[in-house]
């Protein structure tokens, strides 16, 4: 094989591959909807134990909503999931991917806190 | 249950502006993804070779991942929109690194990269495209932060990609230059190395930057650090304008009025994404339309300009090719008169003896118009004789062959020696020659005496030749302060014009006015003179008031110190 044929061979297979994965992922992600959404959703403490902001480190106006997170496959996503805006959102009972997270420990980050109903309103007295 | 913060692709518009002004994103990635492309198709347009394939790929590239990122930047135009194009970009930003070296190699070897070379940059790319492919550098989409979640091994390898390739590219710089063999290269070298080098520095630090920040939680906005690599891309363009219009790379005509157009256009063009009111884009629009057609006319007009020069300096290099292949031609003429004169001089020099022995008599009595033929025959073979050493030592002169034994000797009496031996030669044309000496200083020189009495005796036999009537008179003075000395000889002959005058110690060259006297001259004579006596340090020259006045030749030497011989 001549150094000029393994170039060229190379250089159009280089071209098919690149052009591949960009019509794969197009289809993947366009078609498909193959990928994960997560999402803030609405959490009824009652229910869950759910996040809330801490407002004791925010300056700005803060929203002491409570919430959860939620992931669920983009393809299975109501719309108001895949912008972020469920008013109510629950998990389809027959949908294995839709995950939801309620507020641990280990979920914890900086600027939330997990919801204490009695000690929030104490708080708030 | 309300969520007022939740307000769909206007909560991702606003997450985003809040993050980082939309005008510096415009600004960043569109012009450089434009001019790239655009510079990379004017490249390929003009120029079809593997330097300019291999940086048209770099580019091509490079836009492809200046416009991904702007889109992934772009949330709220969708999660399906920002997934796809951000899932690319790790992909174009491996090929664009590993392109630019390869770009590089070529540009500084003129070469193709080697087989191995190609074949590792492939291996090193496949696990970009594998999890490209399978979207694995993605793992979600994040509605909360509007932004998609990297798997860990994604910016790690890109980071690695990016970091072997700038040292590959420092490293290769470095040896390169120095083992460029002059300096011309060695520039070249620097430039196309620095270019290429920031163009990955940029990017490579802007990803560990942003990769670090990615590390620390309490750092907002860690990804904004990542667009200050874009502006890695204008450097190397600068870098390649330079290359461009001082060293001619890719042998692109372009004159460094054009890329100043080019470069105004795109920064006045670029005041688009900061003009908010109508007036300022107006104002934008009339100065770009201004711009462009003052572009027009002088990149128009330099470029005439340059083609001009272009022609001239081509004309300059055939004048050059031509005047050394004629040079050529005159070394091997030299050669060969000198060849044929060598044949000559022998047979010529028996029939001068054997007319000699004749004319006096050693072979008995001739009838006298046998005796006038051979008289004849005597002078003519005499003439022969001098042309063929003048000839000859024409030939030794351009050969550089010329040999000067150089003594001290006195010029006043080699003067007077010549002039008495030429005197009977002027008075059978019924001319009077006179020697005269007004020597102060020691008369003497130190040159090649045969050569020096050679140079006198031309001067006084062309005066001969080309005197009608009148005397020809030979002065040796000196001036012992300017410790010089001069023999003129000045005759009342058919003199010269000041267009002789500049050319009469030229080879070939004869009076206009000279067949009318003499037939005889070969035009060597006065350039053999002239060579002989620059050959040993002295000087000649020649002065006429006009034709029909008189002329006068002047030898100089520099005197030697000392006093006055009586003798």
Redesign the interface.
Known sequence: MS?SF??RS?FW??VI??A???V???Y???VQ????????V?CDPSEATCFINDCDMSDEEC?T?P?M?A?MS?SHAPDC????????FECPADDDSCVVMECSEDAL??GVLCFDEPNFFLEQL | MMLSQFTSIQYCYEYLINQIPVSLLFYSHIPTALISILFGLYLLYKVRDLQSKTLFVVLFFFALWSIGDLISWFSFLGSKATMFSWGLLDMFSVLFSLCSYYFLYVFVTKRDLPIWQKLAGFILFIPALYQTYKGSNLLLFDSTICEAWESDFAPSYLYLIQSFTFILVVLFSIYQYRKASSSREKREVALAGAGVGLFLGFFLSATWVSNYLLTHPDIEYAYNYSIYGLFGMPVLLIFLGILIVRYKAFDLKIVGAQMLVVALIALIGSQYFFAATSTTIVLVSVTLFLSLIGGYFLVRSVKREVEQREQIEKLATDLQKANERLKELDKMKSEFVSIASHQLRSPITAIRGYVSMLVEGSYGKFPDKAQEVLERIGESSKFMATSIEDYLNVSRIEAGNMKYELSDFNLKEQAEKVSDELRQVAMKKGLVLVFRSDVSGSGMVHADIGKTRQVIMNFIDNSIKYTQKGTITVVAHDDPKQKKMWVTISDTGIGMSKETLSEVFDKFVRAKNANQVNVTGTGLGLFVAKKMAVGMGGKVWAESEGDGKGSQFHIEFPELPGKANPA
């Open positions: 150094r393994i170039s190379l297979l280089l591959l690149v591949g994965a960009v794969t992922r197009y993947a992600y366009f909807e193959d990928y994960y959404l997560y999402a803030q609405p929203d909503t919430f997170f992931e983009a999931f895949q912008e972020n805006n469920c008013q109510e980050y900086d």
